[in-house]
């Protein structure tokens, strides 16, 4: 095998892109590992922090494709290579990279893995995963306030104001390009039914 083979988790935030990307390697073993398109957001070290959380962190131009792109072309199964980390507290980049060992199966999740036509064929498989917004807010605001160092109105305010928004303009539409779409809570069955599938992308 020449090339790592990618599979894209898209869906809104607060879908459970990363709990069914983790629920899939776990599965999968050695053979997979999971990468986040979150740690490719541009560095804001440059902005001064209190203009930081102003930035519209739901538009795709808040992403720093050509690194992705880079990363995307640079994998190989058994070789290292280092990727940026993303500290969403300060909304900047991490001094130490992740250094990280390519598998035979990166399975990525993202809010727009499948928007552009270049990148959408670097992945074999595509997943949307369906998830109303009320529950997607509320996954969203546990997981901020508790995770991120944030207050309920601010995450309140920010879903309104540009996560639901900017899902309906760039998030949404990604749905017609994906290969297979699940809804969340994901049954037991689905997920099997997944991992058998993806099972054979990388025998």
């Known amino acids: 095998m020449n090339s790592t083979i990618h599979v894209a988790i898209i869906g809104g935030s607060g879908s459970g892109k990363t709990w069914l990307a983790e629920q899939i390697v776990s599965r999968l073993g050695p053979r997979a590992a999971r990468l986040s398109l979150d740690d490719f957001y541009l560095d804001l070290s440059p902005l001064p922090k209190a203009d930081r959380a102003g930035v519209n962190f739901d538009d795709p131009a808040a992403i720093d494709w050509q690194r992705f792109r880079e990363v995307l072309g640079a994998m190989r199964p058994g070789e290292s290579l ?5 500290d ?21 999740d993202g809010l727009w893995l499948l928007q552009h ?6 992945f074999a498989r595509g997943i949307f ?12 605001a ?8 944030r207050t309920f109105e601010t995450v309140r305010r ?6 639901q928004p900017m899902h309906d ?3 949404k539409p990604q749905r017609g390009q994906a290969s297979r779409i699940i809804t969340s809570p994901v049954t037991a069955e ?9 099972l054979q992308l990388c025998a």
């Open 169 to 171: 303009q760039f998030v």
């Open 117 to 122: 036509a270049g990148l959408r064929e670097k």
């Open 158 to 163: 920010q879903f309104f104001e540009h996560v």
């Open 88 to 108: 969403f507290a300060t909304h900047t980049r991490k001094a130490e990279p992740r250094i990280f060992l390519a598998p035979a199966l990166v399975i990525w």
């Open 190 to 198: 689905d997920l099997d039914g997944l991992v058998q599938e993806l």
């Open 142 to 149: 546990e997981r901020d306030v508790r995770e991120r160092g």
């Open 82 to 86: 280092e990727l940026p980390r993303y």
């Open 129 to 140: 995963v369906e998830c109303g917004a009320q529950e997607r807010f509320r996954r969203r």
